[in-house]
């Protein structure tokens, strides 16, 4: 049955009077799921232009009776994570969800595995994204070949929380359009499609 809805955006802004992209994700169950469970998950992320490493990151999460807020910026000078409690030192952090678009420049061979520093609520994890396989998938935007990339590690421990995994689904060509994207958890399963190109 149908959960809830959840959406991720990017498009062009500015922060520090720098052209910069802004991603927006939003994640709400609906009114029958919230007597159980309910979610309100908010994050916005401000991305390098270029490269699209994390420069800033605004989390309002609210989860059952969880609730978390936490805004980091990058220095990039100092090569420092900055939150309210501490600074971490990394090189060139990336947030989560800003690889699936960074993964977009990528030739995304069959085999291929990618390296990340993730940053995400105060703690630094290295992930790697591997091309898994080829598929063919069935949209509202049309029927599109594509190549199925998701997280692996290199230790027992899940890369995603509550025991999850994720894989996302590009176009099998020059744009590399994520046209779907699976988060699998212990309570359920969350799915997005791409149904808007601009």
Partial sequence: MEAGEAYLKIQNDTLNNNNVLRLDSKL????FVDLI???RDDITIYLDSKDLSLLKVINKINEGSYRKKHNA???KKLKQIINKSKSI???IPYSPLSIIYELRKRMLMLNDVYDYNIYS?????N????VLKNDYIKTSLGNFESIVVSPISNTQKPLIKNNGDMKIWYTNDENRYPVKIEIKINYGKLILLLNNIE
């Fill in 73 to 75: 910026t990058y220095n």
């Fill in 121 to 125: 609520i105060g703690k630094i994890n």
């Fill in 89 to 91: 030192n990394i090189d």
């Fill in 37 to 39: 469970y309910k979610i």
């Fill in 28 to 31: 709400k169950t609906n009114k």
């Fill in 127 to 130: 992930i790697k994204m591997k």
